[in-house]
């Protein structure tokens, strides 16, 4: 009595496990390259999604702010602008309600505009948004009055405040 062998199931089981490994190896990057890993760019995928209502994240060859935007540029590791008030300790930037500001890496390094202090993003952030290589922006509109930190996820001595009257 011959009998049929059972089917292989094996092969998409160890596709998938690969396709595991190679996201782990890639996640677990070190980070010298600048390059954000495989988690980082889901995580701000994540953000940008949740604040689509509130941000609008560009698209990285976006280097351009329309007409009553107010661009913020990441450069030599700070945040600086024509409007960007760098007098203080912080550097601050002060809107009118309702002003979209538009942030444009241009350091070769990957920054964040994260809603937030020192490297942390504020628990109830508003905004966060990946900067991964020279030349991304993206944008975030300020509609309510009061005082905004923003941070960079990544190297938490750069710091401004956007004051928003």
Same mark, same amino acid.
């Given at each position: /009595?011959?009998?049929?062998? $059972?089917?292989?199931?094996? *092969?998409? $089981?160890?596709?998938? #496990? &690969? #396709?595991? $490994?190679?996201?782990? $190896?890639?996640?677990?990057?070190?980070? #010298? =390259?600048?390059?954000? =890993?495989?988690?980082?760019? #889901?995580?701000?995928?994540?953000?940008?999604?949740?604040?689509?209502? +509130?941000?609008? @994240?560009? +698209?990285?060859?976006?280097?351009?702010?329309?007409?009553?935007?107010? %661009?913020?540029? &990441?450069?030599?590791?700070?945040?600086?602008?024509?409007?960007?008030?760098?007098?203080?300790?912080?550097?601050? &930037?002060?809107?009118?309600?309702?002003?979209?500001?538009?942030?444009?890496? @241009?350091?070769?390094?990957?920054?964040?505009? %994260?809603?937030?202090?020192?490297?942390?993003?504020?628990?109830?952030?508003?905004?966060?948004?990946? &900067?991964? =290589?020279?030349?991304?922006?993206?944008?975030?509109?300020?509609? +309510?009055?009061? @005082?905004?930190? !923003?941070?960079?996820?990544?190297?938490?001595? /750069?710091? *401004?405040?956007?004051? !928003? +009257?």
């Amino acid at each position: /009595m011959q009998t049929e062998p $059972l089917p292989v199931r094996r *092969l998409p $089981l160890s596709l998938a #496990a &690969l #396709a595991g $490994l190679i996201l782990l $190896l890639a996640a677990c990057g070190n980070g #010298a =390259s600048g390059t954000p =890993s495989a988690s980082e760019s #889901a995580a701000a995928s994540s953000a940008a999604a949740s604040d689509s209502a +509130e941000a609008s @994240e560009s +698209e990285a060859s976006e280097s351009e702010a329309a007409e009553g935007d107010v %661009t913020v540029t &990441l450069v030599g590791f700070a945040f600086t602008g024509d409007d960007v008030d760098t007098s203080g300790d912080v550097p601050t &930037l002060t809107v009118p309600a309702g002003t979209r500001v538009v942030f444009v890496n @241009e350091d070769a390094a990957r920054h964040t505009a %994260t809603h937030g202090t020192d490297g942390a993003a504020d628990p109830a952030a508003a905004f966060d948004i990946n &900067l991964g =290589s020279s030349g991304a922006s993206g944008s975030f509109t300020f509609e +309510e009055a009061g @005082e905004f930190p !923003v941070t960079c996820k990544v190297h938490p001595d /750069m710091n *401004l405040t956007v004051i !928003v +009257e």
